[in-house]
């Protein structure tokens, strides 16, 4: 029989919340709620499946939120997807295990957190239960350096069962190196670029996906003291009404699976694990935010917290498809990793400058995007780094993957990974439950466009280059009549716009920064100007990863479940 009383209660049982979740309640004195809008999906073969990408989508484990038409890409809505599930998206996510570039993480240190490369792999290797690949899986490209990877964690991470054979990772392999591309040993170490075949969230001994209710709840669902309310979705905090000066959470009120209105007491602190587009709005519904998004609907303002919401930033992925002449079976992951060097050869330093040169007029875009919300002096300081992370710390940007073809057709995917566009994500009614305003901006900051030409046109050389070329045999989408071989920067640009999608790597709608630079959490995960408000999901990350955001999550939530236990 679950209480209504918890030392903790956590919004949101993904792939952040439920990491919270097993940690705090390790202790059994402490009592522990978390409150998931989906249901579990055990049994649910669109989420097990090793070759089930994909199956999930438009279900009902599926928000499919949609976004707000981008005026930058043909005035066209974007489906972005998310997981409503215990699990959360870990459940429907592409199921890749890859980390970030070293720098990437270094450079949050910037922008006012104490966290750094070095400080954050403990917490990597903390989650992980890495399987080392069997002999047949090296020899089909399965490769690592075992100084960076976990053995006694809560999440499988492994080569699938069955890998792709007849020799895909050597023709890859041959083909990057005849690009110049070399071959990368484990892209998990801090430096990605390179050809890699990447290890997946996957339990290789059950054959099925590892998501973040098999790694860290159902092994542990029997603790007397974590109580999961399912199919209950969550409205806002309740405060205190003592008269503290600093805001104290002391509960979230939700509908429960029979529709009616429950609150949970939390008496410790509230974590919000709802995912990039769902923590701000539950701030703002919660009156946490920028007091012009909030009085217009009537909600109380609590805290004063400009920036919630804003500084979302996404990437955006696009398919080709080949005729193909060989049959390939097995599931795997494929990529080739590229920095600026890579895809703009002499013409990088050039470029660098004229991107350099660009920041004030991106500031300026930026701010005004925000209805004047964030300004312009703040966001230069923000881009100045990107630039950094881009040009010289040449963190990859073009990241490329080669989907085994069958034996009529091939697809290889890819995007670019460090798009300067932010856009925002603010409530449109106090009704809890009523779609938000979500506008990433796709395309607004013309780097993006080209960062996204230059991995246009390496990954279509990638099917021009002997041994993939006598594999890939013609391209079918776009096609040389729609993107001509020799074709135009405009071409590209004008394709790329209509037959792109999210890449659904949604972050910084809360952002983990200094107050100055329009953070809304501490490097704690303390939201500013409340006493017990904690964000923990990819809201928090401040800029873009060249990796998937799940590693890099469940590592941050480890380390903020320390933080949490460490404080009280
Ligand atoms: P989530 O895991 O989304 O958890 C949020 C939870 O909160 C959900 O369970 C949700 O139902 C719940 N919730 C939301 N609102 C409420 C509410 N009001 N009340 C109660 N509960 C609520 N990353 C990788 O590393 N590798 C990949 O291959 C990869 N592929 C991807 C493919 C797709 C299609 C998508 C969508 C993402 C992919 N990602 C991938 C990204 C990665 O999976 C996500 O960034 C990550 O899982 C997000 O974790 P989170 O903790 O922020 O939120």
Redesign the pocket.
Known sequence: VSRSRYDYVI???????LVIANRLSEDPTISVAV????DQVFNNTNVTSATGYGKAFGTQIDWAYESEAQVYAGNKTQIL?????LG???T???????RAESSQIDSWKKVGNNVSWDSLMPYYKKSEYFEYPTGAQVSMGASYSPEFHGTEGPLSVSWPTEMVGNNFSSTLNATFKAMDLPWNGDANSGSMRGYNVFPKTFDRSLDVRED?ARAYYYPFATRPNLDIFLN???QRLTWSDDNSSIPFANGVV?TDKSGAEQTLLATREVVL????L?SPL?LELSGIGNPSVLENLGIEVKVNSPFVGENLQDQTTVDTNYNANTNFTGAGGFIGYFNATDVWGNNTAAFSKTIKASLEQYANRTADASGGITDRETLLKLFKIQHELIFEDEVVISEIIVNPPSASSGLIEYWGLMPFSRGNIHIKSANSSAPAAINPNFFMLDYDIKQQIATARTARKIAMTAPMSNILTSETTPSFDVVPLNATDEAWDSWLRSAYRSN??YISTAAMMSKELGGVVDDNHLVYGTANVRVV??SVIPFQVSG????T?YALAERAADLIKASH
């Open positions: 919004v949101g049982g993904g792939t952040s919340g409150i998931e809008a989906g997807r998310a997981g409503k599930a959360g998206t870990s429907i996510n592409g199921m890749t295990y890859m973040a209950s979705f969550a939700f694990s709802a995912g990039s769902r539950l659904y790597h999901d990819a998937h955001l799940a590693s999550l």
